[in-house]
């Protein structure tokens, strides 16, 4: 990043440290003083625990076959705060996040007099998307929820094209709350009269409150686990049939790996079709089949390298990702797992539920070998406490806090299968250290 773009990062930073009450008024009174850039924007509104950014990367892949321009508003970044900001799969440039991020902030003292108290880091990021893609004429964006939905920036969207629910699983639960009713009840407040819901999660409580709250806003609610799917094969990328109404598509392909992704692109397809059935939209069949093989998200299951041996980062922070995560690794190697030496590195932050979460790695190859790390961050649970659980369970497993450290002793390893998961800083600096120091 340039030297004025870090300024931006650091007063965003700043100002988040400083940040006024929860609550919408601050980001509402905000656009409002910006001009109300997201009335401007035809956007699919997308929120869920995970598979959000998978669902935003195949609605995105699609629009942009069927020849639209699309603007994607994701998070967190991997590497780079430009990632956050996407046209075409372009990245923002550091002098546009520079010149919208002063613009954003040029009303942060403004505020703060108002009472409003001062902005936190997703309400600039949030303003910041809006004012690009706007400025940009998008013909779509794809809005990712940061944290719940209720009081998220992002529910500030009046009118969506549609509201997507991913699936709805354990995390942030000391904000959202410890059932999947509670969590589910916070996603469920992006819900907007009239707007079309598309629903992910399978669990029962979840799917009944969410189809509850679609009803009460006279919003219609469809449900990807009416839609009959059928995975063909895994290798060497995912290949599928599926049902939805009466049509029937057969052998669409997948570049991103894990049979949940078949899931998420279903729902991501769902979407569309509705959106095409209400003329909000134009797709065809090929656009659909190109954007899904298209389609590819930096961290999810993303393979660095192939062989020799595989490097895989996966961005599983909860407990849900970690066990796609594994179970992807599972799926994609079948029984010749088996034959294969395995290392997982994996390191988390302490707020989250990592007691379910080393279950969840508890299922990983009987064989493998375990390296927990600690990500670069204040927030970064202590290697020990995992390093004792999944001993404990059996694996060879030792701690390494220095993530560097811990790189270097995956690729010394003669492993034929490395899998880096965690969370998203973590991966995110194993890529960098990829790209630099190579294997």
Not at 102 to 126: K, R
Not at 184 to 202: F, L, R
Request: net charge negative; aromatic share 8%; glycine share 8%.
């Amino acid at each position: 990043m340039t030297t004025n773009s870090q300024k931006v990062i650091d007063a965003i930073h700043d100002s988040t440290a400083r940040k006024g009450p929860m609550g919408l008024d601050r980001m509402r009174r905000l656009l409002s003083l910006l001009g109300n850039p997201e009335e401007k924007l035809n956007i699919f509104h997308v929120a869920g625990t995970n598979g959000k950014g998978s669902v935003a990367t195949y609605l995105s892949s699609v629009l942009q076959e069927a020849g639209y321009t699309v603007g994607v508003h994701t998070s967190p970044h991997v590497m780079v705060y430009n990632e956050r900001f996407m046209i075409n799969n372009h990245l923002i440039s550091d002098e546009a996040f520079t010149r919208y991020g002063e613009a954003v902030l040029n009303y942060n003292e403004w505020l703060n007099q108002e009472g409003y108290g001062y902005l936190s880091e997703f309400e600039i990021l949030t303003a910041i998307a809006y004012l690009f893609f706007a400025d940009n004429g998008v013909d779509y964006m794809i809005s990712e929820v940061g944290l719940g939905g209720v009081i998220d920036s992002t529910n500030t969207i009046e009118h969506p094209v549609s509201t997507i629910i991913t699936q709805v699983g354990r995390d942030h639960t000391g904000i959202l709350g410890d059932t999947l009713r509670e969590i589910a009840w916070n996603k469920a407040g992006i819900i907007k009269a009239g707007i079309p819901v598309i629903s992910e999660s399978v669990e029962p409580e979840t799917q009944e409150f969410i189809r509850w709250k679609a009803e009460q806003k006279g919003s219609e609610f469809l449900d990807v686990s009416d839609s009959e799917y059928k995975i063909v094969s895994r290798r060497p990328e995912m290949l599928f049939d599926v049902t939805i109404g009466e049509k029937e598509y057969r052998d669409l392909h997948l570049s991103m790996q894990g049979d949940h992704q078949v899931r998420n692109a279903v729902t991501a397809m769902m979407a569309l079709l509705k959106a095409c059935e209400e003329g909000k939209v134009s797709v065809s069949e090929e656009h659909i089949r190109a954007g899904l093989q298209k389609a590819r998200i930096m961290g999810r299951f993303e393979f660095l390298q192939k062989e020799n041996p595989a490097v895989i980062i996966d961005g599983g922070h909860n407990p849900d990702g970690i066990r796609a995560g594994i179970a992807a690794l599972k799926q994609y190697y079948g029984e010749e797992i088996e034959d294969k030496k395995v290392l997982i590195v994996f390191g988390c932050f302490k707020d989250k539920e990592y007691d379910e979460m080393a279950e969840e790695l508890g299922k990983a190859p009987a064989h493998a070998d375990f390296v927990i790390t600690e990500p670069h961050s204040e927030r970064a649970l202590s290697c020990d406490v995992l390093t004792e659980k999944l001993t404990e369970k059996g694996f060879h497993c030792i701690a390494i806090p220095d993530e560097r450290e811990a790189y270097t002793t995956a690729v010394n390893g003669c492993y034929d299968v490395v899998l880096f998961i965690g969370s998203i800083y973590l991966i995110g600096d194993m890529r960098i250290l990829y790209q630099t120091k190579g294997w």
